[in-house]
């Protein structure tokens, strides 16, 4: 195999950390619950999306967190989800830039999984099981913590479903001979277009629709008839 | 030790992996909450419970996951999910197979668990904690995925018991110099009969009396007054 | 290094399971929840936040479970458990001891999580996050086992604070070439002074601050003109 010798660069998994970090304190920060989230609880999501998703592919193939064998991780973890904080007030309406940047992090999270898995010798489909659960995980965990329902549930079929094509192609190109560099850039151009399509096919945001449906329908049922007079839906 | 050779066949892991995918995709697909789960969150409890009893097992005793060796643990969950979606309809009332396998699944696992555990050198005490956490471990990433309360901690008494009771059986036979495959069907078997009997004496479902018993508290809540009228409380 | 030989001790160790296994209890059974726990649900409150903060600290440093080495860790989580149902009742009133407990039994954890990290050649930065992770793990399990709102979160900027300060000086005495065990004492008294100071400031506890707040805005929201008459906020 010549994937024994694949390595993850350093400065490329730092940028997925940092990307995922800006990425979770901007949801965070524009989250508007019945319990506000301090500052910590903030930059704990942010470094919860930086991170959780290479624990928790670390963890599953047994292997020391690549996260804690140097300070950088943290470092940009955190460096990231301060900056993440500090432009959650200009970009507020900018949720094109939250859901973007999040297609982006899965796209990456899920294509060193995956690539990682196979490096180690992992057979293909958990190789993709890998990539897939690193690639939502950070997400999971997220919704876990600030008592959110489990986006991936409910409304992420093209979510998970992005995130495992790009594996599934991901591991494809690798059985065909290509090289693992190679094919984690395709996968993660495949995750993130088919996220994009799918957010731009559905106009919103599916985590602010669901949100958005729910306070809907407690509001129609207090005034069903004057809310949509002649709707039939 | 003899059972240093011990290892679970790769068709009865298979087996519990199986049937805990049918039940899983069957629980998700009976269940109707607020937000329903689409197909995709439908098969993600399935390969779950299929998946996460043995995930956690191995994660505990920090050996490479069983379920991530081989291509055959992730295609059997996924096809045992589908079966059980497909299974849902025509069994829809059937709660009696819902709670008939999962008792059988939290049976094996549990045994599979400590087994494992007691042929690593696990000592008596953590081996059955091991199993314990194996079994009812599934379920609890069910519920949290789910948003629903953690059965286990609520109406999960004879649950949890039954796993323990059957755990407990299993390293006493071991300890007796029992081999561990006789140890096994006996501890399967008991966890099973006591989960059995403990739903039948209950008559209903524990999961869905605590669901039902919510209800009436919130519709209670409308009308108290009425309900108490000379209660001082 | 001189921290290839430095382990906590073992009585040091169960020590602080035992203490944490009596606050879970404590905690649990002083739980007045819409669903109340059973005795088994406050049995593995307290067996989770006794063992659960060295479990996460071992799956982050991919070593085998300390607590599954040998039976005394879940001896001594169940007797304390099971001690701190017996003390649930005279001390109910007794908050303080709840805080007092969780303040000392997160610095313990804390310190252990960053010594152990530190003594296997975990760079200064994860060796931190592994100690606050140890430190703050087992409450946030317990939350989402019991369906709260995950308290670190919302009020607990003090209180990861404190577990994070206690592991920032034992890292730096550590740096300064102060013995792990001095710099281990240092810090947990920096966390439990700390974080008892804090709750002291605060005069209540801030887990129940949070649930009234939450029942006071529910009240709030029928009459916020007679509440706030003359406030603009």
């Given at each position: 195999m010549e994937t024994a010798q694949f390595t993850i660069p350093l400065w490329l998994d730092l940028t997925a950390v940092a990307l995922g970090g800006i990425q979770g304190a901007l949801f965070a920060s524009g989250f508007r619950g019945e319990r506000r989230l301090d500052l910590l609880g903030v930059a704990i999501i942010g470094i919860l999306i930086g991170l959780g998703g290479g624990l928790i592919r670390d963890l599953l193939l047994d292997v020391?967190?690549?996260?804690?064998?140097?300070?950088w991780y943290l470092v940009t973890a955190v460096a990231a989800s301060l900056l993440g904080m500090l432009l959650a007030g200009p970009?507020?309406?900018?949720n094109a830039v939250i859901v973007g940047l999040d297609a982006l992090v899965i796209g990456m999270f899920g294509a060193f999984g995956t690539s990682k898995a196979l490096s180690l010798g992992v057979p293909p489909v958990p190789a993709v099981f890998v990539g897939v659960a690193a690639a939502v995980g950070g997400g999971i965990l997220r919704d876990v913590l600030m008592s959110l329902p489990v986006s991936i549930m409910h409304v992420g079929s093209l979510y998970a479903v992005a995130a495992g094509v790009g594996c599934i192609v991901l591991t494809a190109l690798h059985l065909l001979g290509v090289p693992l560099t190679i094919a984690g850039v395709v996968a993660v151009a495949v995750t993130t277009l088919i996220r994009w399509l799918a957010v731009i096919f559905d106009v919103s945001l599916p985590e602010q629709r669901m949100l958005y449906r729910r306070k809907v329908a407690t509001e129609t049922s207090v005034l069903p008839v004057i809310r949509r007079p002649e709707s039939s839906d």
């Open positions: 020391p967190p690549a996260s804690l064998q140097n300070n970009l507020r309406r900018l």
